[in-house]
């Protein structure tokens, strides 16, 4: 018996629990793509002269080169270029749960043990998951560039594209599978793995941002940070343009020496341990601890740990950019006016900026919240409860920690931000104080995302984290980010609570929008406590 | 002195066709040892999670020292410590924080004790949750109730992942708490645990009590078994009134006989000039076998059904 035996069945058992969640991301991701294409093929049919003065806007804009490239004018390419970060994200995301789901989740829930003792090899459940994850992203090229074709773009290129983001998923997909063997928890490979991700984001934008220009402003020229993240391999096939394929080979070799390191790893480690080892800890709990909101604030604090670092780096980068945007016109311009810019353009800049800042806060927010569900369907709450702990302190010790961890990320990025732009447009002090203001305006917004999630946790419970990040994903895709430029319904773009956020510091805030978010948040809470106190919990058996 | 737990005609169904609870009684002395018995799937767990306030009765009264467990939980729930079946726990705490929080959230727990029952029960505080087994995380559950002053002590098979030597220190803490004046329901299917430990107990079937009281009135609502040797042919003694289960042969038979008729039997056999007599009450084994027996048979019945009906 081989260290492999096993693996077809092993193969066919993962996709098997993958029927639905696979197929879901990709026609997902595909159906984005085709639409979003489609959107931008109309556009550009009926204003075809806009096109070229609006390819050198993104290549001639830093900021606009942290979301890619785009290279010579071209409908598809202008698309990927608004799309490419987002499904190059999705794409790993996709690849980095699937691979732990069938290696370090089942060692965790104890399903690997049981696998083990029937006829199955050492490294079996390690390349039956990886396996599943590369067709997944080979049926993700093919389905990305046939979303592109069926909206009107050459096929060479649409396949190229699709290959472009998939390519970033089977760098990931060799990533979680070392990360699934050095962390002892599916939450800890995952949180690695994301870390990476976050490396790979920052080092492609920067060695995009830091890249020269060619004489026609129509294609960059990447700085070498850029060559060492598969995102920014990924931005280098160029589609619709060279169409270039060998950096697909760097994924591939990438690929290759990560599983056979993870390889390596397996036959060194015990089954259900990482690599890391356990360490001893406290055998007292420090008085921090003795209250239901420290203890969330213990489960959650390494989360956040992550969270203040990524927002104090983007906070350091935008700001650095401040200056840059005095120069900007045509269609850039327009974007940021939606915020609020017709005098203060860099008041506009400083708006969307931290309206992304409070999107981004309010997903830390709902990982938080939906850890109440985590609690109750994993039975640690049973534990809770037993003791003089009610229900609502229970919730209560979840909101006190939403809201701190939301009020220290939003002053860390205000305070990054000001800092850098201080440095290169002078006034740190004055800069300071406005950025702090329109950082902590973002808080009701979240307030009511983060209420609206937890009375769906109360009213069903079952299937509270999908649709929880369906309200998530509605909410930044309908608000003044996205909704006005796919060209969203008024009444849909009003439904979410970013878009009633004001645009400071371009615009003063008025009380009439803030009153109203901190009343919807209001009495969803009130909802919520109100089912929360009535129902059943859905314990484990 | 009020009762500990008062539960009558209690209801819970989890959807329109499945019925956890059905009318079930459940009566708990203060100061009292009580156990709960019954096959899995009966509805232990789901009773102790209604006492607990964590499930919602659907019918039925429910009293925990005195209060309503629905509408009161968090303030009945500093008198009372519970130790779930499943223990699940933060995997990345380690055993003594965990004891020091849930003891903390119940209104404090003693640090002497605490270090005792560390000792006793052999447990090493400084690992992470996740490293523990079965066995160990129980026993933080364990350590963590124990070591809170508390009037009751709700325990859902406490000691299904304990060694016997760890059983036995359970038995004793059990024994101790007794001697204090303090109230136990222990829900358990380790008959020989129950029979050391309890003073009354309920046995539990498919959502009802199917019997309740000291293990005299269970023995005295069953057969006593009898294995007697005679000098006369036995003969037809398997058709005398109150005799069952007879197997004679010639001058041996064992049988059992229902309880209000064994003076009876005696009476007719000294008639056969009796050689030597052996009656015994029934075990608790027996008498549990006796539903769980029941709950065999019928699922047994229903799946022989459900194959007919395909």
């Known amino acids: 018996m081989s260290g492999f035996t096993g693996t077809f069945r092993l193969v066919r058992l993962a996709l098997r629990r993958d029927r639905i969640t696979l197929p879901a991301w990709i026609l997902g991701m595909a159906g984005f793509l085709a639409a979003t294409t489609a959107m931008f093929e109309d556009s550009y049919e009926r204003h075809p002269q806009l096109l070229e003065p609006d390819t050198r806007i993104v290549v001639e804009n830093p900021g606009m080169r942290v979301l890619g490239l785009v290279t010579g004018s071209s409908v598809g390419g202008y698309t990927l270029h608004r799309d490419a970060l987002t499904l190059a994200v999705l794409a790993a995301m996709m690849s980095v749960l699937a691979v732990v789901r069938h290696t370090r989740q089942s060692e965790e829930l104890g399903r690997e043990e049981l696998l083990g003792a029937g006829v199955v090899g050492r490294y079996a459940s390690l390349t039956a998951a990886v396996l599943v994850a590369l067709a997944a992203n080979v049926v993700l090229v093919v389905l990305l560039g046939l979303g592109m074709v069926v909206a009107g773009q050459p096929a060479a290129g649409s396949l190229v594209a699709g290959a472009s983001i998939a390519l970033v998923g089977v760098a990931f997909t060799g990533v979680a599978a070392v990360t699934s063997q050095l962390a002892s928890t599916a939450r800890g490979a995952i949180g690695l793995a994301g870390a990476g991700l976050g490396v790979s984001f920052m080092l492609a934008a920067l060695g995009n941002m830091l890249g020269t220009v060619d004489s026609a402003a129509l294609r960059v020229t990447s700085a070498w940070p850029a060559w060492l993240s598969p995102i920014g391999w990924g931005q280098q096939l160029r589609p619709f343009a060279d169409n270039t394929w060998w950096p697909l080979g760097l994924a591939v070799v990438v690929l290759a020496s990560l599983c056979s390191l993870a390889v390596v790893l397996v036959g060194k480690r015990d089954v259900g341990r990482g690599m890391w080892p356990e360490r001893r800890g406290a055998a007292h709990a420090s008085p921090a601890l003795l209250s239901s909101a420290g203890l969330v604030w213990r489960l959650q604090r390494g989360a956040l740990l992550g969270w203040v670092i990524g927002l104090l780096g983007f906070g350091l980068v935008f700001g650095a950019l401040s200056d840059q945007i005095g120069g900007l016109e045509g269609e850039a311009t327009e974007w940021y006016t939606t915020f609020g810019g017709d005098v203060d353009l860099l008041g506009a800049y400083w708006a969307s900026m931290m309206q992304m800042a409070g999107m981004a806060v309010a997903i830390y927010v709902v990982t938080l919240l939906l850890r109440l569900h985590h609690d109750e369907a994993q039975g640690e709450l049973e534990a809770v409860l037993g003791t003089a702990v009610s229900r609502v302190r229970w919730l209560g010790a979840y909101a006190v920690n939403a809201l701190v961890g939301s009020v220290l990320l939003l002053l860390v990025f205000a305070v990054a931000m000001a800092l850098t732009g201080g440095q290169v447009l002078g006034g740190t002090g004055s800069l300071l104080r406005d950025l702090i203001g329109a950082a902590l305006i973002q808080l009701p917004a979240i307030g009511v995302l983060g209420a609206a999630v937890v009375t769906v946790i109360m009213l069903l419970p079952r299937w509270s984290v999908g649709l929880s990040w369906a309200l998530v994903v509605g909410s930044v895709f309908a608000g003044p980010m996205f909704g006005p430029s796919l060209g969203l319904p008024t009444w849909l773009v009003d439904l979410s609570p970013f878009t009633h956020v004001p645009n400071a510091p371009a615009v003063d805030p008025t009380i009439g929008p803030i009153f109203g978010l901190c009343l919807a948040c209001g009495l969803l809470t009130a909802a919520a406590v109100l089912l929360l106190r009535r129902r059943n919990l859905t314990l484990p058996a | ?310």
């Open chain 2, 1 to 310: 002195m009020t009762t500990a737990i008062a539960v009558s005609g209690l209801v819970k169904d989890f959807g329109p066709r499945t019925r956890a609870l059905d009318g079930l009684e459940l009566q708990v002395e203060t100061g009292e040892v009580h156990g709960f018995l019954g096959p899995n799937g009966a509805g232990k767990t789901t009773t102790i999670r209604v006492l607990l306030g964590l499930l919602r009765a659907d019918d039925g009264h429910v009293a925990l020292l005195g209060g309503d467990p629905w509408h009161g939980a968090a303030g009945l729930h500093r008198r009372l410590a519970y130790v779930p079946g499943e223990v699940n726990l933060w995997p990345n705490l380690t055993g003594g924080e965990v004891i020091d929080v849930l003891g903390d959230l119940r209104g404090g727990l003693d640090p002497h004790r605490r270090e005792e029952l560390l000792e006793r029960l052999q447990l090493d505080p400084t690992k992470k949750i996740r490293a523990y087994s079965k066995g160990n995380r129980q026993k933080v559950a364990l350590v963590a109730a124990f070591s809170s002053d508390v009037e009751l002590y709700l325990l859902d098979e406490p000691t299904s992942g304990l060694d016997p030597l760890m059983e036995a220190v359970f038995q004793d803490l059990v024994q101790e708490l007794r001697a204090d004046g303090r109230s136990v329901l222990l829900s358990s299917h380790i008959l020989a645990e129950v029979e050391a430990l309890c003073d009354r107990v309920t046995i539990i079937r498919a959502g009802r009590a199917a019997e309740s009281g000291t293990f005299d009135d269970l023995r005295h609502l069953t057969r006593t078994s009898v294995v007697v040797d005679t000098a006369k042919p036995l003969g037809s003694v398997g058709q005398w009134p109150g005799v069952h289960d007879a197997r004679v042969h010639d001058r041996h038979a064992e049988l059992s006989v229902d309880p209000g008729e064994l003076n009876h039997l005696l009476g007719r056999l000294v008639d056969l000039d009796v050689r030597s007599i052996i009656t015994s009450p029934p075990t608790l084994e027996e008498l549990f076998m006796r539903h769980y027996g029941e709950d065999i048979a019928v699922s047994a019945r229903d799946a022989a059904e459900a194959v007919m009906a395909r």
